[in-house]
């Protein structure tokens, strides 16, 4: 059976059909559902294996990145998405929705529920688009298995990854928490050991602020037409796909 995909968007949200196609391409059957359907019925979560909160500008980004959208589910979703987490299913959050699975604490949160991470504005205080090298280490998240190095784009004005104090953060790396890195001379936003995205302890729980929805076609690479075709027949399909058929085959 194809597993179900819940994908979550709020006003704001603009990555989500995007994202529902990737899934659909890598043999999912995904759903995109309004925050405030799941607020009036959160027994619809354990129709689904997975989890996925898009990017975009949830709420307008007021207050903070993903913040309205991570109280919402933090106050009023909290067992539900527990629930989730610990029936053994899989969440991801991308870029927005990465910045809303840690400041909700269902990404991972201390003993009192609070956030032991979060993501700050850019050392340029500026919002960034652009592409990145990225480096995936680990073997405990399902997502990246198989995928060592990629290149993706980015586009965000609060991702900079940082933690409360530096022996978080080395707890984080020690755990082997820190599964994304930007190559170190592509660190686009001054985050802490080029972080680019990060999973919880079981791995199943993944955020990324770069965006692989953007690229599940060749065509989608900005030098495409630049680009020898390769002898595996790798250079079919965007690098970002494998994170969605590596979603998907988790439950197959």
């Not at 597993?3 to 043999?27: K, S």
Request: net charge negative.
């Amino acid at each position: 059976m194809m597993p179900r995909i819940l994908i979550l968007r709020a006003p704001g949200t603009n990555c989500d059909a995007e994202t529902a196609f990737a899934f659909q391409m890598a043999g999912g059957k995904p759903d995109v559902l309004h925050l405030n359907r799941l607020l009036e019925a959160p027994q619809l979560a354990a129709n689904y294996q997975i989890l996925c909160i898009p990017g975009g500008f949830s709420y307008g980004d007021d207050v903070a990145a993903g913040r309205i959208f991570a109280n919402q589910i933090r106050h009023h979703l909290g067992d539900v998405m527990r629930e989730f987490r610990e029936a053994g299913k899989l969440v991801l959050g991308i870029c927005n929705g990465f910045q809303v699975l840690i400041k909700s604490g269902l990404l991972d949160a201390d003993d009192s529920g609070g956030p032991i991470a979060s993501l700050a504005w850019n050392d340029s205080h500026r919002y960034i688009d652009r592409w990145v090298d990225l480096q995936a280490g680990g073997t405990d998240c399902p997502f990246l298995s198989g995928i060592e190095t990629v290149f993706l784009p980015i586009a965000h004005a609060e991702g900079k990854f940082v933690t409360r104090d530096e022996a978080t953060l080395d707890q984080l790396d020690k755990a082997g928490q820190l599964v994304l890195r930007y190559s170190p001379e592509s660190n686009p936003n001054g985050s802490a050991r080029d972080v680019a995205g990060m999973c919880d302890a079981s791995g199943r729980v993944f955020g990324l602020m770069p965006h692989p929805e953007r690229f599940i076609d060749p065509t989608q690479h900005p030098q495409w037409t630049r680009l020898p075709p390769t002898p595996d027949g790798a250079g079919k399909e965007g690098a970002g796909l494998q994170l969605f058929r590596n979603a998907v085959g988790y439950f197959s």
